[in-house]
């Protein structure tokens, strides 16, 4: 297939995902809204901002960088250098997950006083901790998979931490938190499901990848000596 028909194919998979998971995302915040109060839908809304801190210092330019390198390297067939690279990134990624994981579990009431101006916020943040890692785990394999040109990996991924997010939220409100009430804490165990979900899957596809290029190195012919 040729680079053309692979962009557009790559594009179209990704936006019909997108769409998709938008759908979903939908919603689920108009199922939120309706099960849970203004107040806790807004204690859930407050940890946004220092997820998004945290992705940028951990997820998006090392994902970037990955994608890149790991574009470099398939062109080349340098396929050990592609899984030195991985773990170099994901060693990286992980030390500054860990670090970050580390200040907002510990950190999370003096967060959610000064900082958020919402203590009720705190068990949230220390849930939402959690979701660093794996989250920079999942960001590390997609940015392997958009270096190999592959975009079903990353859209199945989309589609199932959106999937698994909603479902988790459903089964906690008819079961757990039907007698107590839905809060913001069973919305934030949703949106860790998905991430610790679709994290195992990425990563189980990456080996599946890696496993395959190596063996297809393997059974080329080597060069005859002379």
Do not use: W
């Amino acid at each position: 297939m040729s680079i053309k028909k692979e962009i557009v194919k790559g594009t179209l998979i990704l936006t019909a995902a997108g769409i998709v998971t938008r759908v979903i995302g939908l919603y689920n915040r108009i199922y939120l809204a309706n099960i849970i109060s203004a107040a806790e839908l807004g204690l859930y809304q407050l940890i946004f901002p220092i997820l998004a801190v945290c992705s940028s210092v951990c997820c998006y330019g090392i994902e970037a960088a990955l994608s890149k390198i790991i574009s470099e390297q398939s062109a080349g067939g340098c396929i050990q250098n592609m899984h030195r690279t991985m773990h170099i990134g994901i060693t990286i990624a992980g030390a500054l997950s860990a670090a970050l994981f580390a200040i907002i579990y510990f950190f999370a009431e003096p967060l959610a006083v000064y900082f958020l101006k919402a203590p009720a916020c705190s068990e949230c943040l220390k849930i939402a901790a959690f979701v660093i890692p794996f989250s920079t785990l999942h960001a590390c394999t997609l940015g392997y998979f958009f270096g190999m040109q592959s975009a079903a990996v990353p859209a199945a991924s989309q589609l199932l931490e959106q999937l698994v997010r909603v479902g988790t939220i459903y089964g906690l409100s008819v079961t757990f938190y039907a007698v107590s009430g839905a809060d913001a804490v069973m919305a934030v165990y949703g949106m860790l499901a998905g991430e610790i979900v679709s994290c195992v899957f990425t990563i189980a596809a990456y080996k599946i990848s890696i496993y395959r290029s190596e063996k297809a190195a393997k059974q080329q012919p080597k060069p005859q000596s002379r």
